[in-house]
Nanobody, 124 residues
Framework: QVQLVESGGGLVQAGGSLRLSCAAS????????MGWFRQAPGKEREFVAT????????YYADSVKGRFTISRDNAKNTVYLQMNSLKPEDTAVYYC?????????????????WGQGTQVTVSS
């Protein structure tokens, strides 16, 4: 079992930055693929970024590529999402997710555990 708790969301002006954190419990954290997803009001949950167990491989949605960076610290059981050059269209609830596999994926249905989400609001 893995429990995930996100933090770091808030209100920021367009062009600003935020760093989200996701603290995980459970002894298998270091073997999990981790991902960040987001859901805006009235829209489906969408993939943002994912990282493999070692942190050596990452993959991003086209909409955030070059602006967001996913990273992890297995010693701290934490995964991060650094968000720069934020835009109003980045406004959403951001969710951390874990997948008990060595292979990362962008599909919501493939992830086994989810956090409660943290709100990110970008004003224009």
């Amino acid at each position: 079992q893995v429990q995930l708790v996100e933090s770091g969301g808030g209100l920021v002006q367009a062009g600003g930055s935020l760093r989200l954190s996701c603290a995980a419990s459970g002894r298998t954290f270091s073997s999990n693929v981790m991902g960040w997803f987001r859901q805006a009001p009235g829209k489906e949950r969408e993939f943002v970024a994912t990282i493999n167990w070692s942190g050596g491989r990452t993959y991003y949605a086209d909409s955030v590529k070059g602006r967001f960076t996913i990273s992890r610290d297995n010693a701290k059981n934490t995964v991060y999402l650094q968000m720069n050059s934020l835009k109003p269209e980045d406004t959403a609830v951001y969710y951390c997710a874990a997948k008990q596999s060595a292979y990362y994926t962008t599909l919501v249905a493939d992830y086994d555990y989810w956090g409660q989400g943290t709100q990110v609001t970008v004003s224009s």
